[in-house]
């Protein structure tokens, strides 16, 4: 449906000729777990969890209230819930993403909204422990006058 060229202008250019891919479109909804072994493109709702071995993409417009993993992905449409991916996730300027991230590379342009915790890292610590740090705050010195 798509070829290279606008795969890779989409933020998804590891995708590969032949791969599989599942489109939820914009006016699909879907309810439950949903599991994939392939790329995924979301244009509509998902409530529930979303799985993939491949790689996902959240368009515009499109919106997730589950929690969701992936090997890696483009979001720019909005997230409430968990995401976990494997390497790469890319927050694109309109993305809102509600929802505590753990990834091996976390790129996020101007614009882009995250409310939540965020766990980077190159090991597979990241993976092992998704309960996020306390928050700290800077220790604020104020003048007296």
Do not use: Y
């Not at 790689?55 to 995401?83: C, F, H, W």
């Amino acid at each position: 449906m798509f070829n290279k060229d606008e795969k890779r202008n989409a933020g998804m250019g590891r995708i590969g000729q032949g791969e599989n891919e599942t489109i939820i479109g914009q006016t699909v909804k879907v309810d439950g777990d949903f599991v994939s072994e392939g790329n995924v493109l979301v244009q509509g709702m998902v409530n529930g969890s979303l799985k993939t071995r491949g790689d996902l993409r959240v368009e515009k417009g499109s919106n997730i209230k589950a929690d969701v993993e992936a090997a890696n992905a483009t979001v720019s449409g909005q997230i409430k819930g968990n995401v976990t991916i494997q390497n790469n996730l890319e927050l694109g300027a309109s993305a809102v993403v509600e929802g505590d991230i753990v990834a091996k590379v976390l790129s996020i342009e101007p614009g882009a909204i995250l409310n939540g915790h965020c766990l980077v890292s190159v090991g597979d610590k990241a993976a092992a422990s998704s309960e996020p740090a306390p928050i700290q705050r800077p220790a604020i010195q104020r003048e007296k006058i």
